[in-house]
Structures are given as structure tokens and as C-alpha cells.
């Protein structure tokens, strides 16, 4: 296999975003710049036309690494897969909707290379659905153990870890229906690892109306168990983290429509908007 990379990206698929959303993904990632790296699918089950681009894509580029599932066992399982086989002193994950700036992985490696104390960095986004980009998404650059209460402060796709960190930790839980990256940082965070998000927009993050729509009652629960374990490692149930223990039972509530207008009111940044705006027409007159 030659030399090993610096960052191994592993990324799952199984089918349920559009073929030409995870070719875009892919795309994002195989343009990075100025560093090397290797970029881990797991076919996890996903339908023909996902199949045979990613068989093809990995026939013709040494870069990529192909898992094939004949049975999807879940997103958390397959990234563990994935992690088994990284070679890569960093392990950066991807999502097969989203796509990277050129320079995302280079930025994020350099942050870790210089910053010893923190074992996973993200950083912000732009948020975008079938229209195009729509808002921007600031997370907080050195996120404490209150800033779990809300949601998870790191948006997951964009994260890349220590590898080593997974020789000593548990990767990703399975048996969860959602919620295998909120569990993770969570429990990351209890055991006294840092994490911080490098306040650069580097990643595009697909976020639509079907977002809200693929959330069960079964995974909101699932998301409760998680917040309650997760609370309790923190230290952060008391006063408020019962209350937030309910959130995503209370959200399922509320129509998805709606709550995709609201977020869209309040993650609006005219000039990172335009930015996004511009690099994803370029992708798309590309092909």
C-alpha cells in the first residue's frame, strides 16, 4: 500500500442520499490539497448505481478503499469498520451528502500538529438543501461541557480526530438509531479529551426539510437515552439537563417544514452565504 497517509477519511453510504450528492461528497474530498491522504468507503448495502460508482471510483484511484456490506448493520458499525483500517495519523470523518472546502483536511491537520492539548477539531459550515445554500452554522471554538445541553457542538462530518484515540477508546456505539457522534463526543469530553472548531468555514453541510422527516419517534428516544447517559457522565443534569434530556421528544412535535423555516431564519450570514454560493456553482457546472 506504499507510505501511509496522513489522513484516512472514512465515509458510509448505504444508499439513502442521491447518487450525485455522494459523488460530490467523494469529489470534495479527493480535490483536497496539500496533503496526503486516503479516503475509506464502506458500501454499506447501498443500491446499484451508488455500487457501481464506487467500485469503478476505486478500481481507477489508489486513494480509495471500498468495504462492501451485503447487509447494512448501521452507520456506527460501518464507521467502525472503516476506523479498523485507517493507516493515517489523523482520521477525518465525511458524510455522503456533504461536501469540503480544498483545504479542509491541510487546516485541520496543521490545527492538530500544533495544538497538542486537543484531540478532535471541526469547524463551521454552510448549510445548504436542494436550493442551494441557505444559512451558516458557527459552532462554538472551545465548546464546554453546558454546550452538550442543546445538541451535540460539533456538527460530526466535520471532525477530525487523533487517531490514536481509538486504540485506547470504544470507536462508535451501535445499537442506536441516531445520535452514534453525540454519544461519542460526549463521552470523549467525560473522559477528559479536548476538542475545539476552528472558526473557518470549511464544509458544506446538507441539511433539508427530509432531515427533520427521517427522525422516528424510535430514534428520538434513542436520542433521550443518550442525553441521559451522557448528562449524567458530564456531571450536567442539575438544574437543566432534565429539561434538555426532553428536547428531542418535544421537537418531534413540531412539523418539519417548520422547523427547517426557523433554522433557516436564524443561521442566515449574507457573506458566507455567497462564498458557499460560488464554490458550489463551480461544482455543478463541473459535473
Known sequence: MGDAPVVSVIMSTCGRQKAEHLKKAVQSVLEQEGIGFELIICNDNAPKEHSEYLHKLAEKDMRVRLIDNAESRGLAYALNLCIGLARGKYLARMDDDDMCSPSRLKIQADYLEEHIGIAYVGCNAALTDEKGVWGHRQLPEEPGKKDFLRFSPYIHPSVMFRSD???????????????????????????????????????????????????????????????????????????????????????????????????????????????????????????
Open 165 to 287: 484515540i481509538f486504540r485506547t477508546q470504544e470507536g462508535y456505539r451501535t445499537g442506536t438509531r441516531r445520535g452514534e457522534d453525540y454519544e461519542l463526543f460526549m463521552r470523549l469530553c467525560a473522559a477528559g479529551y479536548r476538542g475545539c472548531n476552528i472558526q473557518q468555514t470549511l464544509f458544506s453541510y446538507r441539511e433539508d426539510r427530509d432531515s427533520h422527516k427521517r427522525r422516528s419517534l424510535g430514534s428520538r428516544l434513542d436520542e433521550m437515552r443518550i442525553r441521559y447517559e451522557g448528562f449524567r457522565a458530564l456531571g450536567i443534569m442539575l438544574p437543566w439537563g432534565w429539561l434538555y434530556m426532553l428536547r428531542p421528544l418535544a421537537a418531534g412535535c413540531v412539523p418539519g417544514p417548520v422547523v427547517h423555516g426557523a433554522r433557516k431564519l436564524f443561521h442566515r450570514s449574507s457573506a458566507v452565504l455567497e462564498k458557499w454560493k460560488s464554490i458550489i456553482a463551480g461544482r455543478q457546472e463541473m459535473g
